[in-house]
């Protein structure tokens, strides 16, 4: 079965860079939603789209921002990185309010 | 808003024993769903099990069983006849029942650390 595709799955990049993640939901779901998992730490939610729109928002600093595209497909974008933003980032898929499904994550690495 | 209480860090059990790890939530809808997730080394974030708050019957997945006290707000998980493989960072979650775009996220607890001693 298919499952929630991200990538990079690894990425380094500097202080003040900017990154993109992207992410690509199970075929035919719906929503997908963004988290943020610190060292040690649990996930926390970001942001959500539902058809393409954004739905809901969570912890996400202004430096960074999202949106979904007609494929379905989302990206997550973030400016003027920090140190404190090295993190796993998880994108989920679902369709109708039950399970959300995670894709492997996307590991960010600020120096 | 709801919250996800997982008040042990880290818990310890040997192979083929059980063990039950505790998780407490707090909020003021009466229908929602509860999850526990496992997060093994490779960070992947497993669905384990999960239950319906309207249904007062458990929900079981073979060795995985929870114990829900939805007037104590209380979902614990079961693990019985423990295996090596269940090593991981187990976080329950909660979730409304009701899907709007705002109600749709997941909530978690800050997890516990499972180890099996062989």
């Known amino acids: 079965a298919a499952g929630v595709i991200q990538s990079p799955r690894h990425l380094i990049k500097e202080k003040r860079e900017t990154a993109t993640l992207k992410c690509y939901p199970i075929?035919?779901?719906?929503?997908v939603y963004w988290y943020q998992q610190g060292p040690g730490q649990d996930p926390q939610f970001l942001i959500s789209f539902y058809e393409k729109m954004q739905s809901d928002k969570g912890s996400i600093p202004d430096r960074f921002s999202a949106q979904q595209f007609s494929d379905y497909h989302s990206e997550l974008n973030m400016s003027s990185l920090e140190l404190g933003d090295s993190a796993l980032y998880f994108c989920?898929?679902?369709?109708?309010?039950?399970?959300?499904?995670f894709g492997p994550g996307t590991r960010l690495t600020v120096l | 808003a709801q919250t996800v209480t997982q008040s042990q860090p880290e818990m310890s059990v040997q192979e083929a024993e059980t063990v039950t790890l505790s998780c407490t939530y707090d909020?003021?809808?009466?229908?929602?769903?509860l999850f526990w997730y496992k997060q093994p080394p490779s960070r992947q974030m497993i669905l384990v099990i999960r239950?319906?708050?309207?249904?007062?019957q458990n929900a079981t997945e073979n060795r995985f069983s929870v114990n829900f006290q939805k007037a104590a707000k209380s979902f614990s998980l079961k693990i019985s006849d423990s295996q090596l493989g269940d090593a991981a960072m187990y976080f329950c979650a909660y979730r409304s029942r009701f899907y709007t775009g705002a109600n749709s996220k997941l909530t978690f607890g800050k997890g516990i650390t499972l180890s099996v001693r062989p």
């Open positions: 989920a898929s679902s369709l109708r309010p039950i399970e959300q499904f």
């Open positions: 075929p035919r779901h719906d929503t």
């Open positions: 909020t003021s809808e009466s229908d929602y769903y």
């Open positions: 239950q319906e708050a309207y249904k007062q």
